[in-house]
C-alpha cells in the first residue's frame, strides 16, 4: 500500500517509521514518472514488510534540495532511516529488487 507524502515533515516522519521504506519521487508531466510507478508499486507488494511513500515534486520542490534531486524519478530505498539505495530516471527495476532482496535477508524481515 502506497502512502502519498506532502511535506518534508511527512517523508522524515515516513522513513524512521518503517524500518525498511522505499521513496517514489517524481513530478507532473513526467512519462517516465507514470510508468515507474505501478512497476515500483508491484514490486514492493512482493515485499509486505516494505512500506511506500510516494512523493510529488511539482507540490514540493524543498524535497529536490532535501534529497539531492536533481532528475525524475527517483526511487530510494531505506532502512531504518538511512538511504541505502538510490536510483534515478531510468530504474533497473532487477537491480532495485536485488537490492529490496538483499536488505530483507540481512534484515531479517521476512
Known amino acids: 500500500m502506497k502512502q502519498d507524502l506532502v511535506t518534508i515533515e511527512d517523508f522524515h516522519d515516513f522513513i524512521v517509521s518503517h ?8 513530478r507532473d508531466r513526467c512519462s ?9 508499486e508491484g514490486l514492493v507488494n512482493d515485499f509486505p514488510q516494505v512500506a511506500l511513500g510516494v512523493i510529488n515534486q511539482s ?4 524535497i ?8 525524475a524519478p527517483v526511487d530510494l530505498i531505506y532502512l531504518k532511516g538511512k538511504e541505502m539505495h ?4 531510468f530504474i533497473d527495476m532487477q537491480q532495485f ?11 531479517d524481515y521476512s
Open 59 to 62: 507540490h514540493l520542490e524543498a
Open 97 to 107: 529488487e536485488h537490492q529490496l532482496e538483499l536488505l530483507t535477508y540481512n534484515g
Open 32 to 40: 517516465v514518472c507514470r510508468a515507474v510507478l505501478p512497476q515500483i
Open 86 to 89: 538510490r536510483q534515478g530516471r
Open 64 to 71: 529536490a534540495s532535501e534529497l539531492s534531486i536533481y532528475t
Open 19 to 26: 524500518d525498511l521504506a522505499v521513496i517514489h519521487v517524481m
